[in-house]
């Protein structure tokens, strides 16, 4: 771990070089996460972010984000958290019921998810994102919306609300191909509508697709991310983009270390990202979005079709021209944007 700690540090170190980062910082948000960054011991974590102040100024940041499981921190580690400067937590909760966690394999219950919340509440974190999960094999309407409220009433300010995917190389995905799970995009939408009227009713923005915010306490992380900046990745298996280049390190933790601590990078792949690349990209993100796709990224041909999306009341036309998905248009982002690529 120790070298693990090390190879991090050094690969940000010569990303910045790269961006020519200065301490007036160029960097807006800090993301740790996937995984979970919440199982590093204070030592190795203070160590990171030692190392990451030299090149980011984290008092300075909109954001620093940092994803955790219900089950891997107390009290006095997220007293920690917060001395290191970190603004937003996110619970990978996924649902609030039992049943539905155990199906999931996840090793949390129900009250450790409360009392993770309630922790993080306690200790003063600014902002707080639920992660749940929906249209799970055995989890009804009722269950969902059980979950929901559940996840209403903690009064964080951020719940994201996923659509179950099946990835290969699980137990679920082999279900799903041995015809054990079925997936039904009409029983999906249910979930997603349900989820969609009751966090509005409750005063959340469906700010995305998947994510709802309240009180302005939408992730400025992710937005750079629909909004087409540039990122920095770092890690096994990280993606970047910088001025139109797209690495994406070696996922081997082994050869990452090794490659890194000997080279100051690691091995990775690397792609250009051409004009029509980064056009398709906006077209299929910001349309995820309440603030929609600017007309500017559509050809001539593209905005003559826009009109039968609105005459259905799937979208609307406002007045900066910008395409924004409205009631059921929401559900049909994928089909919609792939008819106007």
Request: hydrophobic share 40%; charged share 20%.
């Amino acid at each position: 771990m120790k070298l693990f700690i090390q190879a991090l540090i050094r690969e940000a170190h010569s990303r910045a070089e790269h961006l020519q980062l200065n301490r007036s910082g160029e960097a807006n948000t800090l993301y740790f996460g996937g995984g979970t960054p919440s199982m590093l011991s204070d030592k190795h974590l203070g160590t990171l972010i030692e190392g990451l102040q030299h090149i980011v100024p984290i008092e300075a940041l909109d954001e620093f984000s940092f994803e955790a499981n219900p089950a891997t921190f107390t009290h006095k580690k997220v007293l920690f958290w917060r001395s290191l400067g970190m603004s937003r937590v996110s619970l990978g909760i996924q649902s609030f019921d039992a049943h539905i966690l155990h199906l999931l394999g996840r090793e949390h219950s129900p009250e450790q998810a409360l009392r993770s919340i309630h922790m993080l509440q306690d200790a003063g974190m600014p902002h707080i994102n639920i992660d749940l999960m929906f249209a799970i094999p055995g989890q009804s309407l009722a269950t969902w919306e059980k979950t929901i409220d559940q996840a209403i009433a903690t009064n964080t300010d951020h719940i994201s609300a996923y659509n179950l995917t099946y990835e290969e190389d699980t137990d679920f995905y082999r279900s799903l191909m041995a015809g054990e799970k079925f997936q039904d995009a009409d029983e999906d939408a249910e979930y997603f509508s349900l989820a969609d009227k009751l966090l509005c009713q409750a005063g959340f923005r469906h700010y995305e697709t998947s994510n709802y915010a309240k009180n302005n306490a939408i992730s400025p992380h992710n937005f750079a991310y629909w909004t087409g900046e540039d990122y920095v990745g770092i890690g096994p298996g990280a993606v970047s983009t910088i001025g139109g280049v797209r690495y994406e390190n070696t996922k081997d933790t082994a050869e990452y270390i090794h490659s890194t601590l000997a080279h100051g990078l690691p091995s990775a792949h690397m792609e250009s990202i051409s004009a029509e690349d980064f056009r398709l990209e906006r077209i299929a993100l910001m349309l995820r979005t309440d603030e929609g796709l600017p007309l500017r990224y559509l050809s001539p041909s593209a905005i003559n079709e826009l009109s039968k999306f609105t005459e259905l009341g799937l979208a609307k036309i406002d007045d900066s021209n910008r395409f924004i998905l409205i009631n059921d248009g929401k559900m049909l982002v994928d089909s919609i944007a792939a008819e106007i690529c």
